[in-house]
């Protein structure tokens, strides 16, 4: 069956620091893979999008690579700062073209000052 | 633009009441998708539609959910009759078109029975 993972142990780093998050699936292609940040009692909040064919993408401090061959997406946030604390989810497309999108249980980023 | 707009933002009912909970998506939006999230199982897909058309309700828990799209711009998600175990934040979603675009969630129903 489709698994994603994402280290459900919260990351701790050091305001400044590159925090690095990853998000491995097995049993699918994706054919393109978002990432969400979601804060206490609110709905997650879309950052970016990957497809397959992009191997990195970036919007400010923020970069996403993609590797299909690892089935792997790593989220990278650089100069983090205390307000990036927060969980942060990823959710691979469906293989089947469909719109529906599946979200791995998340990793809690937090950055201390 | 508003954004997607839930309600009510918290909900407290008896078990066996029926409870409906209500979404606006964002105007122009195609799909729209209703999550519920545990701490135990996350973010769990439970119907989504496209162009007010039910399109895959395979998340759906039981019989006692059932979801509605009337028209582009109103969604309602009842549950009858409530189950402690209903017990979740139920997130509604709304996006363009396929592919392209991320999803914008709504605030949430944290919904509580007892």
């Known amino acids: 069956s489709q698994k994603i993972e994402q280290n459900s142990e919260a990351l701790n780093i050091q305001e400044g620091k590159t925090a690095t998050l990853t998000c491995n699936y097995t049993?699918?292609?994706?054919?393109?893979l978002q990432w969400y940040r979601q804060d206490p009692g609110r709905g997650p909040v879309f950052l970016l999008l990957?497809?397959?064919?992009?191997k990195e993408k970036r919007k400010e401090r923020l970069k996403v690579t993609f590797d299909t061959t690892l089935k792997q997406s790593l989220f990278h946030i650089t100069a983090s700062q205390p307000a990036d604390s927060a969980t942060y989810l990823c959710?691979?497309?469906?293989?089947?073209?469909?719109?529906?999108?599946?979200f791995g249980g998340g990793t809690r980023l937090m950055v201390k000052p | 633009d508003a954004g997607v707009i839930q309600s009510p933002r918290h909900e407290v009912t008896e078990m066996g009441q029926e409870v409906t909970l209500r979404c606006k998506p964002i105007?122009?939006?195609?799909?729209l998708f209703w999550y519920r999230q545990t701490m135990m199982r996350g973010l769990e897909l439970l119907i989504y539609f496209n162009n007010n058309v039910p399109i895959d309700d395979s998340g759906m828990p039981e019989d006692r959910f059932s979801a509605k799209m009337p028209n582009a711009s109103f969604s309602t998600l009842k549950i009858q009759p409530s189950e402690p175990r209903d017990s979740a934040v139920y997130f509604c979603?709304?996006?363009?078109?396929?592919?392209?675009?991320?999803?914008?969630f709504g605030s949430g129903t944290r919904l509580t029975v007892v």
């Open positions: 979603a709304s996006s363009r078109a396929a592919g392209n675009y991320g999803y914008t």
């Open positions: 959710a691979p497309s469906p293989d089947n073209a469909g719109n529906m999108l599946t």
């Open positions: 105007s122009g939006h195609d799909y």
């Open positions: 990957i497809r397959e064919n992009e």
């Open positions: 049993n699918y292609s994706p054919a393109y």
